[in-house]
Each structure stands twice: as C-alpha cells, then as structure tokens.
C-alpha cells in the first residue's frame, strides 16, 4: 500500500476555484491507476463518488458532474496527484479523497467510479466548502 497526503481544501465561494494536491510518500506509484473521490460531509454510510482518474499513460476519465470544470494530472517525477477544480458550486462541497489502486485496468472503462473497488490505498481526505 500507499501513503496519501491530501492537501489544499478550503473553503471558497460558488463559482470559485481551488487546486488540490496529492503527496504520494514511500513509494513509486507510476504504473498505478490514481484518482480523486469525494464523499458529502454526513453522508459517510454512502460510498464515495469517484470523480476523476488518471492512469499511468495519462488517459484520463470524469465523473459528470465535473466534467469540464474539473482537470486531473499527475506528475510521476514528483509522486504528486492534482485536481484543479473551477467554477464550483455549493454541490461540490464534500470530503476530496485520493486513492491508488495497483492494477491500472481500474482506471478503463470511462467510469471513474469503477476504480473505487480496486482502490487500496486511500487517504485521510481534505474537507472542501463551497458557498452560495
């Protein structure tokens, strides 16, 4: 497994932005599928909502409800994972989530929230607030 550190949650105003980083620590992770997944603050007996993955030759895939406000990138050089999130709105506020799931099959398919069951790693999250 992977240690994740999230960081760069806040809170901003609806239409906003914010950039969150992932830290991956002790490890090369650069043939994993890595993604972003959030969970609505109270809501922790739902599963996570998967938003956006990035494998390890950077096709990439979105959830719909951020699909073009949203941009996932990686930087393997670095360990880091990022999400750059625009134009936000109250409904994005939710606990931000990094995983990596070792098998970069989990990141195909189009459907980000298909890479949460090969997910093994997670971290702890960083709260994002947005208000209208």
């Known amino acids: 497994q992977l240690q994740l550190v999230e960081s760069g949650g806040g809170s901003v105003q609806e239409g906003g932005s914010l950039r969150l980083s992932c830290a991956v620590v002790?490890?090369?992770?650069?043939?994993?599928?890595m993604g972003w997944f959030r969970q609505a603050p109270g809501n922790e007996h739902e599963e996570r909502e998967g938003?956006?993955?990035?494998?390890?030759?950077?096709?990439?895939s979105y959830a719909d409800s951020v699909k073009g406000r949203f941009i996932i990138s990686r930087d393997n050089a670095k360990n880091a994972l990022y999400l750059q999130m625009n134009s936000l709105k109250p409904e994005d506020t939710a606990i931000y989530y990094c995983?990596?799931?070792?098998?970069?099959?989990?990141?195909?398919?189009?459907?980000?929230?298909?890479?949460?069951?090969?997910?093994?790693?997670w971290g702890k999250g960083t709260l994002v607030i947005i208000s209208s």
């Open positions: 938003i956006a993955v990035i494998d390890s030759d950077g096709t990439i």
């Open positions: 002790g490890h090369i992770y650069s043939s994993y599928c």
């Open positions: 995983g990596a799931a070792p098998d970069p099959s989990y990141c195909s398919g189009g459907y980000p929230n298909r890479a949460i069951y090969g997910i093994d790693s």
